[in-house]
């Protein structure tokens, strides 16, 4: 402050009476301004432009964050959907073989029970016409007995068993063989 005082008091006297501009002192104000313009931009403007600069930096980072985190929900979303239709056609594939399966073994089991019934016809069959061909013989015997019995009232006389068997079954050949023609 000393010198700025010297400076004054070696500026030239003037007129105190009307309005002066003293060149000294414009020139000392602007650079007082230039010194105050400078003093700001290094400490007040260039920290805040930096911290302006990181900032926008940080938002469009998070912008670009944002933007593959939307790519890859959407990616995932196709995934997700790809997987679900595949499990779908895998479960769609394996109920279609179960019910297949299920369908063979049912078939199976019918023509297995269609058979066992067959056979047991059959054999009903085959054992009916067996006790028919009992009853018939058990028939035949008795009516061969009756005959002979009958046949010895009649002819008055005896014969032998054997002769009386051979001609009962002379005759039950032959009553056999009418009866076959006539079925």
């Keep these: 402050m000393n010198l700025l005082a010297a400076a004054a008091a ?30 700001i931009w290094v400490f007040g403007f260039k920290p805040i432009a930096t911290m302006l600069s990181q ?3 940080r938002v469009v980072q998070g912008l670009a ?38 369908q063979e ?3 199976a089991d019918i023509a297995a029970t269609r058979e066992e019934l067959a056979r047991l016809r ?5 054992d009916i016409a067996a006790d028919r061909d009992r009853a018939m013989a058990d028939l035949r015997a008795q009516v061969a007995d009756l005959a002979l019995a009958a046949a010895g009232v009649l002819v008055g006389e005896s014969m032998t068993d ?22």
């Design 105 to 107: 073994l049912r078939d």
């Design 10 to 39: 070696t500026a030239p006297a003037t007129d105190a009476s009307g309005l002066s501009i003293n060149f000294f002192w414009v020139i000392v104000a602007a650079l007082n301004f230039i010194l105050f313009m400078a003093l």
């Design 162 to 183: 054997a002769r009386q068997r051979r001609l009962v079954e002379d005759y039950l050949a032959t009553s056999a063989s009418v009866e076959g023609r006539k079925n």
């Design 122 to 126: 059959d054999k009903a069959t085959a």
């Design 55 to 57: 900032r926008q930096e």
């Design 65 to 102: 964050d944002a933007e593959q985190a939307r790519k890859d929900r959407e990616s995932a979303v196709a995934d997700r959907d790809q997987v679900m239709a595949d499990a779908r056609r895998e479960a769609q594939a394996l109920i279609a073989a179960a019910q297949k399966s299920a």
